[in-house]
């Protein structure tokens, strides 16, 4: 401090005005500086706390004034300028700027620690994290019980991608600071990176106990419970967060999302008009999110014109592709050769795949890059393509010149679906697979000409919790296959051999698993063996869109889906499949019963007709 005289009484006021900010009465101190000021309009000490209180209180522009003017009478003391960069962090200066000021400081006290603390903070936006490292290592050696260097450490070591180190370094932080909720919320955020839900539901609670007024500890509630597939809870939470900070953008985009999952989709899609209101201009991880919300109440037109706003959504984890020839918006291209391309999982790229006879009907030549697997089933369903697994670079840029134009095989909607309408009138199916191969598999199916044939699926490879909300274990789906008398084939990839014990054992010859057929990755396998089902009961996954896109009936089980549904009951990008809501608030196992009710009804008056006309039969 820079006034040093002893019965000083402005000196004395500042050491009182210092001993109320230990105690957190900021205001109080703040008065206090204010009598300093009034007194010693040039007192360097007195202008600088004074500005340090209007950023603890929340006025960062006018702390940024005061400490400016403290700096400009004293231009020596290392620890104005230290609080001028926390200040500047309030205000989001940029990186570079911080570093400056972090470093003017650290040239008048090497050791001052808010400075170097700061500095380790800016590093790691700069994703410099071998030097922030050191010096967030440096402070805790110093002092092992620095709460801020632990939060700031943990914050970087997420960055750096190092979440399972991460998650010790919050947790020490609220070991040292139990009342500060930040330390918590970083804690949640690194526990959902890591997946490691359970943990973070013991840990959530406590924090709600704690903090039941913080709309950001009840905003990661919201998150933790949307990654558990919760929905009545998430959506409970995310209102509640909203309410607490209503023009929040993020707290806006999660309120939307648990919305929509729930199935609230008009509500939805209010709420995500203001998290665009809100929002940073050009977010386009709002616009993806407005996107899915318009699509769910079937406004295709302005779903389809944000629909590629999911590839600059990290969230969303898409491959985006990139080309030195530009991308194809809908121009003739009858004397030209396009590239199509695909960004998800196969299901997204099958579904996609049935606009594809509308763009060979206009292009000169069509070219179809995908995975190995999916590229050998659309080259036998397309021939007069050239189908072939993606030609790109660790940085998927392509690594292929023989096109003129490329487009993403989602994205074909825009041109092709741009309406409800369209899809009724869209053919179906345009997929093929092999006759024979499907008639020798349904030779190989005892009883099949007295009964129907149904194929059935329970589950993805991938059981995250957020995804095996809504799929069925073995014994789960056992009930529907042991409800009515009729040949049952598994449909199911990769089950595993207690599965397969299980069924044979539960369900006795009518159970059917086909062992030299890889559903996985032999799509023609697995497109002949759907093909010859009547019927098909799949939960959400390729199994089902395969059912969907040779015209195979299927009952298909999962959440919701707008890029699917559109807003209808029922896909519209499959005619002959109906899609079923498990209950939000119970396990998948008890909606079982609604899936055989509605099977019953399908097959009341079954023949094999349908089934035979496919095979040609």
């Known amino acids: 401090m820079a006034t040093q005289a002893a019965n000083n009484p402005i000196r004395e006021k500042l050491l009182k005005g210092i001993s109320l900010q230990k105690t957190g009465e900021y205001e109080k101190a703040q008065r206090v500086y204010k009598q300093v000021v009034k007194k010693a309009p040039k007192n360097p000490d007195g202008l600088h706390l004074l500005g340090v209180t209007y950023r603890q209180l929340g006025f960062p522009k006018r702390a940024l004034e005061y400490i400016q003017k403290a700096i400009a009478l004293s231009p020596n003391q290392s620890v104005f300028y230290a609080n001028l960069a926390r200040t500047m962090m309030d205000l989001g200066s940029d990186v570079d700027s911080l570093l400056a000021v972090c470093n003017k400081a650290l040239t008048l006290n090497p050791k001052e620690r808010e ?85 973070s539901q013991y840990e959530l609670t406590e924090a709600l106990e704690r903090f039941p007024d913080n709309g950001d500890i009840k905003h990661e509630a919201a998150r933790l419970l949307f990654c558990m597939n919760e929905s009545n809870l998430a959506v409970h939470y995310a209102r509640l967060a909203h309410k607490a900070d209503p023009r929040d953008f993020h707290k806006c985009v999660t309120f939307g999302v ?74 003739d291209i009858s004397d030209k050769t396009i590239l199509v391309w695909a960004d998800q999982g196969l299901g997204d790229a099958i579904k996609a795949g049935t606009m594809l006879p509308e763009l060979i009907s206009l292009a000169g030549k069509v070219i179809v890059e995908l995975s190995e697997k999916g590229a050998k089933y ?25 096109f003129d134009l490329h487009v993403n095989i989602g994205e074909l909607v825009r041109f092709f679906r741009p309406t409800l309408e369209s899809f009724r009138q869209a053919p179906c199916p345009v997929y093929s697979f092999q006759k024979e191969r499907a008639v020798e598999y349904l030779q190989r199916l005892k009883g099949h000409e007295e009964k129907p044939v149904i194929g059935f699926s329970w589950r993805s490879r991938n059981l995250a919790v957020n995804r095996a909300r809504y799929y069925l274990s073995a014994p789960g789906i056992a009930p529907v296959l042991e409800s009515r008398d009729a040949i049952f084939v598994n449909l199911q990839y990769a089950p595993l051999e207690k599965e397969a014990v299980f069924f044979r054992e539960r369900i006795g010859d009518r159970f059917n698993i086909l062992e030299d057929v890889d559903l996985f990755d032999d799509l023609l396998g697995a497109a002949a063996l759907t093909a010859c089902c009547d019927f098909v009961v799949s939960a959400n996954t390729s199994v089902a869109d395969m059912a969907g896109i040779l015209d195979v009936p299927c009952i298909r089980f999962g959440q919701q889906e707008p890029p699917l549904l559109l807003g209808q009951k029922n896909p519209p990008w499959y005619p002959s499949m109906t899609y079923m809501h498990p209950y939000t608030d119970k396990p998948c196992a008890e909606f079982v019963p ?19 006309k496919r095979l040609g039969l």
């Not at 697994?389 to 010149?401: G, I, L, R, V, Y």
Request: glycine share 4%.
């Open 258 to 331: 648990n919305l929509l999952m729930h199935g609230d989709s008009k509500e939805a899609l209010d709420v995500m008009k203001i998290a665009k209101k809100y929002a940073p201009a050009g977010n386009r991880t709002v616009d993806w999110n407005l996107a899915l919300a318009y699509l769910a109440n079937g406004d295709l037109k302005n779903g389809w014109e944000l629909h590629t706003a999911r590839f600059d959504d990290p969230a969303a984890k898409l491959i985006r592709r990139t080309f030195d020839v530009p991308a194809w918006e809908g121009e």
């Open 115 to 199: 400075a170097r603390n700061i500095k380790g903070i800016a590093l790691t936006k700069k994703k410099e994290f071998e030097e922030a490292e050191l010096i967030f290592q440096s402070l805790i050696v110093e002092d092992p019980d620095n709460k801020d260097a632990y939060r700031n450490f943990g914050t970087l070591l997420m960055d750096a991608d190092r979440e399972h180190h991460a998650v010790n370094f919050f947790t020490k932080a609220v070991m040292l600071e139990p009342d500060n909720p930040e330390n918590y919320i970083l804690r949640a955020r690194c526990r959902i990176k890591l997946k490691q839900y359970e943990p």
């Open 594 to 612: 609604e899936i055989i009710k509605e099977m019953d009804r399908q097959l009341e008056n079954w023949t094999p007709e349908r089934r035979n």
């Open 378 to 402: 659309f080259q036998y369903c397309f021939p007069e393509t050239e189908c072939r697994a993606a030609q790109m670079d660790k940085d998927f840029a392509a690594t292929a010149s023989d």
